[in-house]
């Protein structure tokens, strides 16, 4: 995907210039200041807690551990049905439904998954005082079933799917559709949006009109790109994928949906898309933690 090592570029570069700043500040540093610097997570310096190996920490806890590719989830069972999951990045696990901080982020160092080492401790003691019997299914994703709406009579030879995020933590057809109406006559932009939560139920999936009266000459307004509107199907995840990876029961749907379309219309898994490959440079939707290398492979 050609703008991810643009993407990376730039951000060590802007992390190079701010410690360019800092440094070459010529005023007296206050006190604390270099604790505040080295505080960014994303800077790869010694980690400032001491921390284990991934595959340490579950063999220690006498789990065995499995990926779901579409969200990066690493998913760890033993044979009483206690469940640990954790997503790299993140600074807490789920521990048989419940979140556990660990003390700090989980993070690759050398290609390692390094975990910080509290957090055997804090698993432990969460594993005590939630049994698995108790336990929510945090990760029985199942997706949402399809709506009728999306077998709408389609009289187009629909080319791409072409992927969106909202850039908002909440909503859903309803309220893009009152802002996309002050931009456009027929409102909302998408074919398809998908929510998290909020305003609909997470993984719900929401058939817009522009989907359902494509056969009136309505194109979709979600590309920024005349093609793309006209042959593309806009699916919209409600989130800001910049700020939070896509829940699992969102990438469940989407894949199901996208799924669906592909068969039906004879989609290629390449012809899937993010809208920020049909519209280069100018957007970064769906946001850059949308992991799209591993959802992409799952379809
Ligand atoms: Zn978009």
């Given at each position: 995907m050609p703008t991810r090592p643009l993407a990376a570029a730039l951000a060590a570069a802007s992390t190079i210039l701010v410690v360019g700043c800092l440094s070459t500040r010529p005023r007296p540093q206050p006190a604390r200041l270099p604790k505040a610097a080295a505080?960014?997570?994303?800077?790869?310096?010694?980690?400032?807690v001491p921390e284990v190996p991934y595959y340490d920490l579950v063999a220690e806890l006498g789990l065995s551990s499995r990926i779901?590719?579409?969200?990066?989830r690493r998913i760890c069972r033993d044979a009483r049905k206690n469940e640990v999951s954790l997503v790299p990045g993140d600074r807490f696990v789920t521990v048989n439904g419940a979140r556990v901080d660990v003390g700090g982020r989980i993070r690759w160092t050398n290609g390692v998954l390094m975990v910080p080492a509290a957090a055997s401790r804090s698993i432990r003691a969460r594993l005590a005082a939630t049994p698995p019997a108790k336990?929510?299914?945090?990760?029985a994703v199942i997706a949402a079933p399809l709506p009728a709406?999306?077998?709408?009579k389609a009289n187009r030879r629909w080319r791409w799917i072409v992927i969106h995020h909202s850039a908002t933590a909440k909503g859903g057809a309803k309220s893009f559709h009152a802002s996309h109406k002050k931009k456009w006559?027929?409102?909302?932009?998408?074919?398809f949006v998908i929510g998290n939560?909020?305003?609909?139920?997470?993984?719900e999936v929401e058939v817009g009109s522009r989907w359902t009266r494509q056969g009136q000459g309505i194109d979709g307004?979600?590309?920024?790109?005349k093609r793309y509107n006209q042959l593309g199907i806009g699916v919209c995840l409600v989130g800001d994928f910049n700020e939070r990876a896509p829940g699992a029961g969102q990438l469940a749907s989407l894949r199901q949906l996208c799924r669906a379309l592909m068969k039906r219309f004879e989609?290629?898994?390449?012809?899937?898309?993010l809208h920020r490959d049909v519209r280069?440079?100018?957007?970064?939707?769906?946001?850059?933690?949308?992991p799209f290398q591993s959802f992409q492979r799952s379809l």
């Open positions: 505080a960014p997570a994303a800077a790869p310096a010694a980690p400032s779901d590719l579409a969200s990066g336990a929510a299914p945090a990760t709406a999306w077998k709408t006559r027929h409102g909302l932009g998408y074919h939560g909020t305003h609909t139920r997470n993984g307004a979600h590309a920024g790109n989609i290629p898994r390449s012809e899937v898309r280069r440079g100018s957007t970064e939707c769906p946001g850059k933690r949308f």
